[in-house]
């Protein structure tokens, strides 16, 4: 199984927004409403962010949100701040032989 | 509350079997509707997804490592462990276990992750 599309990189200014997407198939994304997004700083344990496309579990600031249109999800950071540096994963259910996606990553570099 | 620590050996040889054990605390291992499964990550590079084992013993493993894999759970001491047999150094990696929270065993909310335990395959 092919692991899920992400751009290798991102960047963008304090206060501005970032889009990273996460392409799949009709398998994965495409069917299923079960996609999270991690953040991991470096030499650290990933972070979850959204889980079910576009739920944040409490203590996520508000400024994550994600979403979803067709085969691609995509998370969304808005006012950046230089903490929110780091590599962004997705992650999608793919259905009972694959069950669990993630994509390759996304390094989010603040300006 | 919720951790999991990971533990094991840094170094094995091409060929010979990892077990890796996870330790949990804050929840069972047979806490209705909650998974515990395994990510790992070789340097640099992105998580990959290898197996996961839930409160009613369903059990679900990557394709591409299926045959290698084994992952079980020993109620009495809290702990589930991840069996990869015939290590390659391709294996090197950082293991993850992680808990996958009460809701649809599809979603992957990993809520609550190890610190992550390295561990080399170099003869």
């Known amino acids: 199984q092919s692991a899920l599309t992400q751009p290798r990189s991102v960047s963008g200014s304090p206060g501005q927004s970032v889009t990273i997407s996460c392409t799949g198939s009709?398998?994965?994304?495409?069917?299923?409403?079960?996609v999270s997004w991690f953040q991991q700083h470096p030499d650290k344990a990933p972070k979850l962010l959204i889980f079910?496309?576009?739920t944040r579990p409490s203590g996520v600031p508000d400024r994550f949100s994600g979403s979803k249109s067709g085969n691609t999800a995509s998370l969304t950071i808005s006012g950046l701040r230089a903490e929110d540096e780091a590599d962004y994963y997705c992650?999608?259910?793919?259905?009972?032989?694959?069950?669990?996606?993630f994509g390759g990553g996304t390094r989010l570099t603040v300006l | 509350q919720i951790t999991l620590k990971e533990s094991g050996p840094t170094l094995v040889k091409p060929t010979q079997t990892l077990t890796l054990t996870c330790s949990l605390s804050g929840f069972s291992v047979s806490t209705r509707g909650v998974g515990v499964g395994w990510i790992r990550q070789p340097p640099g590079r992105a998580l990959e997804w290898l197996a996961v084992s839930f409160w009613d013993d369903d059990e679900h493993y990557s394709p591409s490592l299926k045959s290698r894999l084994t992952i079980t759970k020993d109620t009495s001491k809290n702990q589930v462990v991840l069996v990869i047999n015939n290590m390659d150094p391709a294996d090197t990696a950082t293991y993850f276990c992680?808990?996958?929270?009460?809701?649809?065993?599809?979603?992957?909310?990993?809520?609550?992750w190890g610190q992550g335990a390295l561990v080399t395959v170099s003869s």
């Open positions: 992680v808990h996958k929270a009460y809701g649809s065993p599809r979603t992957p909310k990993f809520d609550f």
């Open positions: 079910d496309v576009t």
């Open positions: 992650c999608s259910y793919a259905g009972n032989q694959i069950f669990w996606l």
């Open positions: 009709s398998s994965d994304i495409g069917t299923w409403n079960y």
